[in-house]
């Protein structure tokens, strides 16, 4: 369930997408509602406690249920937008003074060194890098935000749960070629090699301060 999981979570673009072409708004809603009590009940099971962020998820499901029987349209909307906010303020937070970028954080942990020991031409390339995401991120919510107001439900749910995640692709292969172009003394492995190191790096330690 634990590799299975992120696989489904996944599936929730397809699955709104689907439940908009066929009229049933809430059921994608309901879906990924589903998915976020399996999460907690997973937690609860693994850790053998109802942990705070397990309670969290369910009553946001809760939450969600209730409000997508009332409102599937600004349900969907929202969460969407919300996605965006979280993901810039993720990046652009972590620019703030006596901060590590997190593109910074990330190209640490995949050396497993501290951001003073990363070389100046590096660092200053990742947090170019943590801007361009930063940036990114914001650009997609306000295209998402102006289809949201002004498009159909359909064009809106064609952008947010399909091409978005297109450009998010070809933003990460503009982003890879950029730094083996600018700092290839730097890179040490390939784009394959990249995700083997990235899977085994401890999620709470990219988002955490890193010292």
Avoid at 52 to 57: K, P
Avoid at 108 to 133: F, H
Avoid at 160 to 183: C, D, Q, S
Wanted: one cysteine or more; aromatic letters at 14%.
């Amino acid at each position: 369930m634990k590799k299975l999981l992120p696989w489904l979570y996944l599936s929730y673009p397809l699955a709104l997408h689907l439940s908009i072409y066929y009229q049933h708004l809430s059921w994608g809603l309901y879906w990924l509602a589903t998915l976020l009590i399996v999460s907690a009940g997973r937690r609860t099971i693994t850790s053998g406690k109802l942990s705070v962020s397990s309670l969290t998820l369910v009553i946001i499901a809760i939450l969600l249920i209730g409000v997508s029987s009332q409102a599937p349209d600004l349900s969907a909307k929202l969460i969407s937008l919300l996605i965006y906010a979280a993901l810039f303020a993720l990046f652009a937070s972590s620019l703030l003074p006596g901060k590590v970028p997190l593109i910074t954080r990330m190209a640490c942990l995949l050396r497993d060194i501290k951001p003073l020991q990363l070389n100046r031409k590096a660092a200053e390339y990742t947090r170019m890098a943590t801007v361009m995401w930063a940036t990114f991120f914001f650009l997609l919510g306000l295209a998402s935000l102006w289809l949201a107001l002004f498009a159909s439900l359909n064009a809106w749910s064609i952008f947010t749960n399909f091409i978005a995640y297109i450009l998010v692709g070809l933003m990460f292969l503009f982003e890879f070629w950029l730094r083996k172009k600018l700092i290839a003394e730097q890179m040490d492995y390939t784009m394959k090699e990249f995700f083997q190191r990235l899977r085994g790096i401890k999620m709470f330690r990219l988002f955490s301060t890193v010292a």
